[in-house]
C-alpha cells in the first residue's frame, strides 16, 4: 500500500487528529500567552524575579519532552493520562520564548526613548502600556511564533500520554514498522508549523517599528 | 526662609549645596557643592567637559535623580516634596538623540504632555499646529510622518516642540544639537537663539561647546569634576583667568570655525 492511497483513504481520520491536534496548541498557547507575557512585563521592574523566573521556564525547556509528560502523570489535579496533562507540558514548554522575548523586547528599547518618556512626566505604567509595550510587540510575537512551533511538534508526543492528535499516527506506525502510518501524523504536522511560521511571521512584519 | 520663597519668583530654580554620587560598574559621577540660583526667564548654560557632571545637575532640576545631600527648589519647592510627575510635566526636556518615540507619529509626540494632561482634542491639535510652525516645520508636510522618516535637525526641531507643546516655565535641554552636522547645527542655534529670547522661559542647557554657550546663554556656569568653578555672562566668561575657563577659551582661538 502506498502513502499516497494510504492517505486518501483515512482522509477523514487525518484530518480530524490534525483538527484534534490543533486544538491542543491553540489551547496551549493561549494559556502560555496569558502567563509568558504578563509575567515577562511583571519582571522588567524586579532583577531578583527575572532571575529566578527565567531560570525556572530555561529548565523546562531542558527536559526531554517524553520525560516531562512521563514526569506529569503522576501529579494530582494537572496530571493523569490525557489532554490536560499534555496542556500542561505544552505550556511550560511554550513559556520560555514567549517570557524571554517579552522580557527582551521591553528592554531593548532605546534608551533615549525612555528617558524623553520619564522626562516628560509619564508614570511608569504609561511608559509600560503606551512607549515599552507598543515597541516590544514584534520581538514578543517573535517569541510566540517560536513557541508554537515547538508546540505544534512537542504536541505530536502528547499521544504517548493518551492526548490524541497526530502524534497517534506516528507512534503506531513506529509500533507497526509502517511508513504510511508515520508519515500520515508527521506531514500534516510539519504543514501545521509551516503554516503557522508563515501567518505569524506576516503578523509580525506588520507590527515591526523602525 | 518659606516668605521668602514664596515672595521669589514662581519660575525659579535653586540649588542648595547639592551633592550627588552614584556607586556602580560602570560610571561614578559626582556633583558636590552645588549652590546655585538660576532666575526666571533666564538662559542658563553649564559648560563642561564629558563626566563633569551637567547631564547630573540637568536631572536633578526635574526629580530624575534626587540629591544626596543638600536640596533643588523649583518654583521654591524642594524636588523631594514635589509629585514628581506633575513637576515633569511642567518641565520641558530635550535631548541630543531627540528621544522621538518611533511609534508615534510627529504630531502625536508633539501632543505627548497636552494627552497626558487630557486636553481635549482640538486644543490639542492647534497646539501641535503652532509648535510645528514654531520650530519651522510645515505642519501639512510634516504632522504625520514618523520620526525614521526625519533628518536628524527635523527630529530635533520635534524634539524642541515636543518639549514646548504644554508651555512648561522651565525647559532643560541636554546637548540637543550635539549630534547633529555643523552646519544643522549653526542652523539650529541661530533659530532656538532667537526663540529662546521670544520665549522668555527659564532655560537649563547643557554643552560642552564653549560656542554655543557664548551664543545661547545669559550666564555661563562652568563645572569641572562636579563643582563650579566659574559663573560670568558670557562676555565676562572670557576675560576669567582660572584655569579651566583658559582651556575652553584656547580650544576656541585653536580651531576657529570648528565648534565640538
Known sequence: MTSWSFFTEHREEILGATVEHMTLVVIAMVIAILIGVPLGMFIVQRPALRTIALGIASIFQTIPSL?????????????????????????????????????????????????????MGMTRAQILFRVRFPLARAVIL????????????????????????????????????????ILAG???AALLALLADFLLGLLERRLKVT | MNTKTALSSKKNIAFREVSFHINDILK??????????????????????SGSGKTTL?????????????????????????????????????????????????????????????????????????MLQLVGLDPGEFAHRRPRELSGGQRQRVGVARALAADPPILLMDEPFGALDPVTRAEL?????????????????VTHDLREALLLASRIV?????????????????????????????????TPGASA
Open chain 1, 186 to 188: 508527521a506531514i500534516p
Open chain 1, 142 to 181: 517573535a517569541g510566540i511564533r517560536t513557541a508554537t512551533i515547538i508546540t505544534i511538534g512537542v504536541a505530536t508526543i502528547a499521544a504517548a500520554i493518551g492526548a490524541g492528535g497526530l502524534g497517534t499516527f506516528i507512534f503506531r506506525g513506529v509500533a507497526l514498522v509502517s511508513d504510511a502510518l
Open chain 2, 222 to 254: 562652568l563645572l569641572e569634576t562636579g563643582r563650579i568653578v566659574a559663573s560670568a555672562p558670557p562676555q565676562e566668561f572670557l576675560r576669567l583667568h582660572h584655569p579651566e575657563v583658559r582651556a575652553f577659551t584656547s580650544s576656541l582661538n585653536l
Open chain 2, 58 to 130: 540637568l536631572k536633578l532640576i526635574n526629580g530624575m535623580l534626587l540629591p544626596r545631600e543638600g536640596e533643588i527648589l523649583v518654583e521654591g519647592r524642594s524636588t523631594r516634596d514635589w509629585d514628581l510627575i506633575r513637576l515633569r510635566r511642567g518641565i520641558g526636556y530635550v535631548i541630543q538623540d531627540a528621544g522621538l518615540f518611533p511609534h508615534f507619529t510627529v504630531a502625536e509626540n508633539v501632543a505627548l504632555v497636552p494627552n497626558l494632561e487630557r486636553w481635549d482634542a482640538a486644543r490639542t491639535a492647534a497646539r501641535v499646529q503652532e
Open chain 2, 189 to 205: 542655534q541661530r533659530e532656538f537663539s532667537a526663540l529662546a529670547r521670544r520665549l522668555g522661559k527659564t532655560i537649563v542647557f
Open chain 1, 67 to 119: 520525560a516531562l509528560f512521563g514526569f506529569l502523570i503522576p501529579i494530582p489535579f494537572i496530571g493523569g493520562i490525557g489532554k490536560r496533562t499534555a496542556i500542561v507540558a505544552l505550556v511550560l514548554y511554550a513559556l520560555l520564548p514567549i517570557l524571554r522575548n517579552t522580557y527582551v523586547g521591553l528592554t531593548g528599547i532605546d534608551p533615549a526613548v525612555l528617558e524623553a518618556a520619564e522626562a
Open chain 2, 28 to 49: 561614578r559621577l559626582i556633583v558636590s557643592g552645588i549652590s546655585l540660583e538660576i532666575p526666571e526667564g533666564e538662559t542658563l548654560v553649564l559648560l563642561g567637559r
